[in-house]
């Protein structure tokens, strides 16, 4: 398949954010700034300009099958060649393509300065409506981990459980492996062996119970405002201000999965199963909140299962049931790998007329960058004189550092440890 494009700026989708701020962690950029991932059966690439949004994809048949004569399709009547698969529905239901986002971040900035003041330099960030099962295995695997390590271990995941469906030069792309390929008695010991820790069992588990019941389990949670692809949306009733019930239900149908606390069940309704609402919280929503939403005092002194929900509400309150949305942009501007779009650097010229001993006037330029972080101003000042020739240039800057802290992994424990002795399944 050769490119095709669709008429989508940088304001309605930035690839560059949205692919690595920790919802997705299977794609894989080239060289020449191209993204692909092995989704539903083919390889697909996805590259883009100011203007438009390119995609392809790769077939099995495709990549083995010698040289083709030209295509006797006919191209419609604007010259474009009719689709004869499913790419571009692919493309446009994964991607999340039909909010315009443009008037959601008008909205949300509305109704929050933060966020007004923080979005410029985030825009295009969309929430993927990746396939749930996929969701759930990356934020098992995010418990005390990293966007770079969660990478790896879907990787390996995929190389050792998954189905191999071609190659890009010399890259193979391997399939997400469904949960039946991941229920063998060895799987556990293997996992762990690669790598995967403590991990290995909550996933090997999971599998487990997600096979004992119902193959369309998981999908039967999914909002029915966002439903899977091919079908036909159907109202999710009335927003409330813990979410609307379908939202609850699923998130609590997800606690009864091993390896699965608070923070993971909301990343796997939210980027899993559309439920818009949802709002995860980990450290760096935790210090987001302290920071610029007045947490961390009194009652929510600490991150407790009453001060998440806190948090929580408080966002539903101001973006509605969009919120894991919205948040999910301030997520990104907290990522250290997207701090210096946060770092403006201006330029100041001072003129210091200096007479010397000779009477001879010297002009000493220095040029100071101060950087605004996080929408502070900050300035300096002089810790010591220091003698500058003519001319010189002298550079300043300030950098900021923070720490992290910790919730799921408590819930995580706690709940193993009630359950010991006794095997918990998710409610059919």
Not at 12 to 39: H, M, P, V, Y
Not at 257 to 265: D, H
Not at 279 to 301: E, L
Not at 384 to 402: C, D, G, W, Y
């Amino acid at each position: 398949m050769s490119w095709r494009k669709l008429p989508v700026g940088l304001t309605e989708l930035c690839l560059d954010t949205t692919l690595r701020c920790g919802q997705s962690f299977r794609w894989r950029k080239s060289e020449d700034n191209i993204w692909s991932c092995a989704l539903h059966g083919r390889i697909l690439s996805l590259r883009q300009d100011a203007a438009h949004l390119y995609y392809r994809a790769l077939f099995p048949e495709a990549l083995h099958a010698p040289p083709t004569p030209p295509s006797s399709t006919p191209p419609s009547s604007d010259g474009t060649v009719i689709e004869i698969d499913d790419t571009k529905e692919l493309v446009y239901h994964y991607l999340n393509l039909e909010p315009n986002l443009t008037q959601l971040y008008e909205q949300w900035s509305s109704a929050d300065r933060n966020f007004e003041t923080k979005a410029p330099k985030f825009a295009g960030v969309r929430i993927l409506r990746q396939d749930a099962w996929e969701a759930l295995v990356g934020f098992i695997c995010s418990s005390n981990n990293n966007i770079i390590r969660i990478s790896q271990m879907m990787e390996k995941l995929c190389i050792h459980y998954g189905s191999l469906i071609g190659h890009i030069d010399t890259r193979p792309y391997y399939d997400m492996p469904s949960p039946a390929r991941l229920t063998g008695s060895k799987v556990e010991a293997h996992l762990r062996e690669l790598g995967f820790g403590y991990r290995a069992k909550y996933l090997h588990q999971t599998a487990i119970m997600i096979t004992q019941q119902d193959t369309r389990w998981l999908d039967s949670l999914r909002n029915p405002e966002s439903p899977t692809l091919g079908l036909a949306k159907s109202s999710a009733g009335d927003m409330l201000p813990g979410g609307r019930s379908g939202y609850r239900e699923a998130h609590g149908q997800l606690l009864a999965l091993q390896g699965v606390g608070p923070k993971v069940a909301d990343c796997v309704c939210l980027m899993g199963l559309g439920w818009g609402e949802a709002v995860p919280v980990d450290t760096h929503v935790w210090q987001i909140a302290q920071r610029d939403y007045k947490f961390g005092k009194g009652k929510h002194r600490s991150l407790t299962k009453l001060t998440y929900d806190a948090i929580g509400d408080h966002f539903r309150g101001l973006w509605g049931k969009e919120a894991g949305w919205a948040h999910s942009v301030l997520f990104t501007a907290d990522l250290r790998a997207f701090s210096e779009r946060l770092s403006s650097k201006t330029e100041v010229e001072e003129e210091i007329k200096e007479e010397d001993d000779a009477g001879l006037v010297s002009k000493i330029v220095t040029n100071i960058e101060i950087k605004e972080e996080h929408g502070v101003n900050f300035s300096s000042e002089t810790v010591a004189k220091i003698e500058l020739p003519a001319s010189t240039s002298v550079k300043r800057e300030l950098i900021e550092k923070s720490s992290l802290d910790r919730l799921d992994e408590n819930t995580v424990h706690g709940k193993r440890k009630r359950q010991k002795g006794s095997k918990s399944r998710p409610k059919g």
